[in-house]
C-alpha cells in the first residue's frame, strides 16, 4: 500500500429507531456520510472517533451502526467517547481481545508506520496506553498517528473546554511534548472543526455527524446542522487532511 486514504467520522450520537436527536435525524445523517464516503472512491479505512451512539447506546443503536459499515466493503476501525461503553463497544464490533484493564486500546502496523487507537471513554487517558505509545514511537524511526476522542489540548469552545475537557490533559501533554515522530492527533467530541499546535504536534479536531454547537455558550446549544467528515491521506512521509462538510 503506497497511502492510506482514511475517513474520520465522529460524534454521532445515534439513538433508537425512529428516534430524533433534538430534532435531528442522526441516522439519515450517518447513512449519508457513509455515501459520501464510498462515492469518493479513494477511501481504504473509515475511523469512528466516538460518541456512536447518545448516553451509552444499546446493542440494538451498535448493531445497526456495525451493519451500516459493513455494507460499505471498506475496512473500519472504531473507538469510544465519554456516550459509549467500552465494553459493549468491544462485544458488537468483536473486539474484547483489545480490551485491557476495561480500555479499548489497539494499532494498525503498516509497511510505512503505525496507527493508535486510544480509549478516553472515561474522561482520560489511561497512561499506560500513552507509556506504550512513548515506548513504540521512541524505539522506531517511523512515523505514527494517533486517533482518541477527547483532543489533549483545549479547542476554545466554552463548553467543552469547561465542563468536558481530557481530565488527565496536563500529564497527556507532558509525554507527548518528548515524542518527536507523531505526524497528526485526529480527535472528536468538540462538535467543531479545529486545527491546534501542540509542542510539535498538529491536533486535528473533527466535526460532528450530529451537529456543531456554539463555541462561546455555556450549554449544548447548536450552531450548524451541517454535517462534516475528515478525509486524511497518509503514506508515512507526508499528510494531508481536509474536511468536507455535506
Request: negative net charge; charged residues 20%.
Amino acid at each position: 500500500m503506497s497511502s492510506l486514504h482514511i475517513a474520520h467520522i465522529t460524534d454521532l450520537h445515534i439513538l433508537e429507531e425512529n428516534q430524533l436527536n433534538l430534532g435531528i435525524d442522526v441516522r439519515e445523517n450517518f447513512i449519508k456520510i457513509l455515501k459520501y464516503i464510498k462515492a469518493d472512491g479513494t477511501i481504504n479505512k473509515i475511523v469512528l472517533g466516538g460518541d456512536l451512539g447518545h448516553d451509552d447506546p444499546s446493542e440494538e443503536v451498535l448493531l445497526w451502526i456495525k451493519s451500516q459499515l459493513d455494507q460499505t466493503k471498506i475496512d473500519y476501525r472504531i473507538i469510544p467517547g465519554n456516550h459509549d461503553s467500552s465494553q459493549k463497544l468491544a462485544k458488537v464490533f468483536n473486539l474484547e481481545t483489545e480490551m485491557e484493564e476495561g480500555r479499548l486500546f489497539f494499532w494498525d502496523e503498516l509497511d510505512f508506520g503505525k496507527i493508535f487507537y486510544l480509549d478516553t471513554s472515561n474522561g482520560d487517558l489511561p497512561m499506560h496506553q500513552l507509556a506504550w505509545v512513548e515506548e513504540e514511537c521512541g524505539q522506531s524511526y517511523q512515523k505514527f498517528l494517533l486517533f482518541m476522542h477527547h483532543p489533549p489540548v483545549l479547542g476554545n469552545v466554552h463548553l467543552m473546554d469547561e465542563n468536558h475537557a481530557l481530565e488527565n490533559m496536563n500529564q497527556v501533554q507532558k509525554i507527548l511534548r518528548n515524542i518527536n515522530n507523531i505526524q497528526g492527533i485526529f480527535c472528536g467530541h468538540y462538535h467543531n472543526e479545529r486545527t491546534i499546535r501542540l509542542y510539535n504536534h498538529m491536533v486535528m479536531i473533527t466535526p460532528s455527524t450530529f451537529a456543531q454547537i456554539d463555541d462561546q455558550s455555556e450549554i449544548f446549544n447548536i450552531s450548524s446542522k451541517t454535517i462534516g467528515w475528515r478525509k486524511i491521506i497518509w503514506d508515512g512521509s507526508s499528510l494531508s487532511t481536509y474536511v468536507k462538510y455535506l
